[in-house]
């Protein structure tokens, strides 16, 4: 049956069919609790001084508890290319004056909720599936879900895992896209800079590239773990990885980052969109990046879809790629026709 709380806040694993929901009302904090549970909701400019929201209650959740809503009907509106075209322009001319060497910009893709419920969405985040972690934050009328397949970290007894998920392909391209020397040197770019950033805070261990398969996309993807020489503050480690490289510049730094904040407003994207999402239980941290997901506020819905570019990229192909992402999230969530 429909769930009966307005303000709400999901987190699942890969491999499970059941997550964590924490209702409201929620009380913010600047710090996570030192037992129970807390998640981790902020923006992309970490803007929020209280990320840590603490649920009146809470419990597993499964499929069951999502069910009971309508369909969702929704009208999409295909984006315009021409902001986008104007945003790879400029950074372009900044990768030739040498100001950066990569940045993400994100196209949003807009529709209409003409009939049925939102919520009737929510039930696809626990599907089951070796690489997608399940999010949701529910403010009433408005908030945002996904299926991501990037993990931000997991931090539990000292042991820190994280991972470069960069370089993007449809999944029939597989066979050619491990000899793909932009997306190799795109990826590159993301788990270089991961095991430098991460090489104070422990003894890092990157693993070999692989291929992860997500059905009708495949990614470049780097298991890194650290074993860390001592306890460090989640707000630390979470300032210290956002935004990663794969949904950040490079280098990162403040006027990188101002930069990519006015290309990102410019292209009208979702504060939340990449931004970290976690959730704290009795001492263990799990954070996701918030992409391939959605954006609603009343009947108006976004999907955004970010792509890295580099020296070697060229607009069309970005933009195709841009697409992709967006036709994925569709699928997931079952709103393709």
């Not at 509106?77 to 940045?103: L, Y």
């Not at 994280?162 to 999944?171: D, H, S």
């Not at 918030?290 to 976004?302: K, M, P, T």
Request: some cysteine.
């Amino acid at each position: 049956m429909p769930l009966s709380h307005p303000d709400y806040a999901i987190f699942k694993l890969p491999e499970s069919d059941q997550g964590i929901i924490g209702f409201g009302p929620f009380s913010s904090s600047a710090e996570y609790p030192v037992s129970g549970v807390a998640f981790y909701v902020n923006d992309f400019y970490l803007s929020d001084p209280e990320p840590w929201k603490i649920p009146s209650s809470y419990h597993r959740l499964n499929a069951t508890q999502l069910e009971g809503y309508k369909a969702a009907q929704i009208e999409w509106t295909a984006p315009d290319p021409k902001g986008f075209a104007q945003v790879f322009s400029e950074i372009n001319e900044s990768i030739q004056r040498g100001v950066i060497e990569k940045s993400v910009p994100v196209c949003v893709e807009r529709g209409e909720l003409v009939d049925g419920d939102i919520e009737s969405l929510l039930g696809k985040l626990l599907a089951k599936h070796e690489h997608f972690y399940g999010y949701a934050w529910v403010q009433g009328e408005r908030g945002f879900a996904g299926l991501t397949p990037e993990m931000l970290f997991h931090l539990r007894k000292g042991r820190f895992k994280t991972m470069a998920l960069a370089g993007t392909a449809k999944a029939d391209q597989s066979s050619i896209f491990v000899y793909d020397e932009k997306e190799i040197r795109e990826h590159e770019y993301v788990a270089q800079t991961l095991v430098a950033s991460l090489s104070d805070i422990g003894m890092v261990e990157r693993r070999v590239r692989q291929i992860m398969d997500l059905g009708n996309l495949v990614h470049f993807h780097t298991p890194i773990e650290v074993f860390m020489y001592g306890d460090q503050p989640i707000d630390y480690l979470l300032r210290k990885m956002h935004p990663t490289p794969a949904l950040g510049p490079h280098p990162r730094t403040k006027e990188t980052l101002a930069q990519l904040r006015q290309w990102r407003e410019s292209l009208e994207a979702p504060a939340y969109f990449g931004a970290p999402f976690g959730l704290f239980k009795d001492g263990e941290f799990h954070s996701v990046v918030a992409i391939r997901g959605l954006h609603w506020q009343g009947s108006q819905i976004s999907i955004p879809s970010g792509c890295g570019v580099i020296e070697a990229s060229r607009l069309t192909n970005e933009w195709g790629e841009l697409a992709l992402k967006r036709s994925a999230v569709k699928q997931r969530f079952g709103m393709e026709a």
